[in-house]
Nanobody, 128 residues
Framework: QVQVVESGGGSVQAGGSLRLSCTASVDISSRKCMGWFRQAPGKERERVAVVYTSTRSAWYPDFVKGRFSLSQDNGKNTVYLQMNRLKPEDTAMYYC?????????????????????WGPGTQVTVSS
């Protein structure tokens, strides 16, 4: 069994920053695919960042590229999502999800259904 839990959400003004944390109940140092998703009211859930922990290779969609970045602390079993220059459109519930992957390609192109473990979410609100 794997459990993940998010923290670090809150309310900020447009242009501000937040750092979200995703802490896992297992060692994350290798063969873990860790993804961040978000869902706003009335919208589909969307993938905003993915990292393959063995190589620290990452993927970001165009709408967050240059603003969001991932890092990891293997000693704390934690992946961080640094969010800068936040926009009101970033307002959503943010979720961390994970699964085991044998290769980086299978991680970075993985579909939502591939993620086996999900956290309860942390709310991010950006005001204008």
């Amino acid at each position: 069994q794997v459990q993940v839990v998010e923290s670090g959400g809150g309310s900020v003004q447009a242009g501000g920053s937040l750092r979200l944390s995703c802490t896992a109940s297992v060692d994350i140092s290798s063969r873990k695919c860790m993804g961040w998703f978000r869902q706003a009211p009335g919208k589909e859930r969307e993938r905003v960042a993915v990292v393959y922990t063995s190589t620290r290779s990452a993927w970001y969609p165009d709408f967050v590229k240059g603003r969001f970045s991932l890092s990891q602390d293997n000693g704390k079993n934690t992946v961080y999502l640094q969010m800068n220059r936040l926009k009101p459109e970033d307002t959503a519930m943010y979720y961390c999800a994970a699964f085991f992957s044998d290769n980086v390609g299978g991680c970075l192109v993985a579909a939502e259904n591939d993620y086996n473990y999900w956290g309860p979410g942390t709310q991010v609100t950006v005001s204008s």
